[in-house]
């Protein structure tokens, strides 16, 4: 049984210190052969802001036709969805929030519409990730960023417990990440585990 794991790269800066963290992952995952990887940078695609005309609570879908269209049902198929973003002014970065707050049509969808985000047999067999960077050493650097995601993935049928997070500070630079002690070891083994856990959702041997 294939595995598909969906990836949104969110820096505004390609092959920064957040994506390489995500590639990192990707790279370990698709070691697999039962795994597939499909990876979006956000900068190549067109996701517009929000407009918040709750027009999707009658519609069920966005009245604004971009690159959304064909986003969404990857995120509905997807078993396991990753983002990616460095932290901007205490908060997310500006594209992986215009996704998130699209991200609407699902929360109207679920509980203004009352219909199903993804068939009741897959309920409970996704899991979220959320990888950040951050330039700064501060411990409270990452609070801001994490309501916003949880916030996607639960909208999308991804709990809380299955949301697994890495996050790494005191990587300003580009390529900074390279010279971390942990990260790139803590990145192979969260691709790991998650892929195990995964299966074990899916009722494969592991």
């Known amino acids: ?45 067109k996701i517009a802001p929000c407009k918040g005309c709750n027009a999707c609570e009658k519609l069920n879908a966005c009245v604004q036709k971009d690159d959304l269209v064909w986003v969404e049902p990857k995120i509905i198929e997807a078993d396991i969805i990753i983002l990616s973003s460095p932290i901007f002014c205490m908060g997310i970065a500006a594209q992986p929030k215009a996704l998130i707050d699209r991200a609407q049509v699902f929360r109207s969808r679920k509980f203004v519409l009352k219909l199903p985000v993804v068939p009741p047999d897959r309920k409970g067999k996704r899991i979220g990730i959320f990888l950040a960077s951050a330039g700064q050493d501060w411990d409270y650097v990452f609070d801001a960023a994490i309501p916003s995601v949880k916030c996607l993935f639960h909208v999308i049928d991804i709990k809380n417990k299955d949301i697994r997070y890495l996050m790494v500070n005191n990587v300003d630079e580009k390529g900074a990440i390279n010279e971390h002690p942990t990260a790139e070891a ?19 041997s592991l």
Request: charged share 30%.
């Open 1 to 45: 049984m294939v595995i598909k794991v969906l990836a949104f790269a969110g820096s505004p800066r390609r092959h920064g210190n957040s994506e390489t963290l995500l590639d990192w992952v990707l790279h370990e995952m698709e070691k697999q052969p039962d795994v597939e990887v499909e990876k979006y940078a956000l900068t190549d695609i």
């Open 186 to 204: 803590d990145a192979l083994a969260l691709a790991d585990e998650v892929i195990a856990t995964m299966r074990t959702m899916k009722g494969e």
